[in-house]
């Protein structure tokens, strides 16, 4: 058997899987052509493997290897776009790209938090003992103060 086709045949689905992985926003697309690769990969090892003409086989036992390991990838593979697509609603990879944290929290304002730290003129800066002050709250901290000196 000559080497030429199988390893033509490998590379197709190689290229097709590649392509796939590159062209599609959906991750079960995305995982569908990962396994084409792998599958390639497969293709090959086989290839070589007969056109070598191992003794053990070592080529074919490397592709069952490949093949449980594909499983495995896939099954938490989908595990987990099934957790995203339950708790985003998508699965499609630019909205959940555009849904990602930033990579610095500390590089991103807080908007809950009405005071700036870094402010030398807010009165609940770093060096106020008694933290930030909620705007909602009734009780600033001066009631807080005199409620606690009246418990004691």
């Known amino acids: 058997m000559h080497l030429v086709y199988p390893a033509v045949l490998a590379a197709l689905l190689f290229c097709t899987g590649l392509y ?20 390639a990969v497969n293709l090959n090892l086989v290839a070589f493997d007969v056109w070598l003409r191992d003794k053990l086989h070592s080529g074919q036992a490397l592709t069952l290897f ?21 708790n985003r609603g998508t699965t499609d ?15 991103s304002p807080n908007p809950d938090d009405p005071h ?23 009780d600033g901290p001066e009631d807080r103060e005199e409620k606690a000196e009246a418990a004691a």
Not at 94 to 106: G, V, Y
């Open 20 to 39: 796939g992985v590159l062209a599609r926003r959906n991750v079960i697309l995305i995982l569908m052509s990962v396994e084409l690769m792998l599958n």
């Open 66 to 86: 490949t093949i449980a390991i594909a499983a495995a990838e896939i099954g938490i593979g989908l595990a987990i776009v099934l957790a995203v697509h339950r």
């Open 93 to 107: 990879i630019d909205k959940l790209r555009d849904t990602a944290e930033s990579p610095d929290p500390a590089e």
């Open 116 to 138: 700036d730290p870094e402010d030398p003129d807010d009165p609940h800066g770093p060096d106020d003992p008694h933290g930030p002050h909620d705007p909602d709250d009734p």
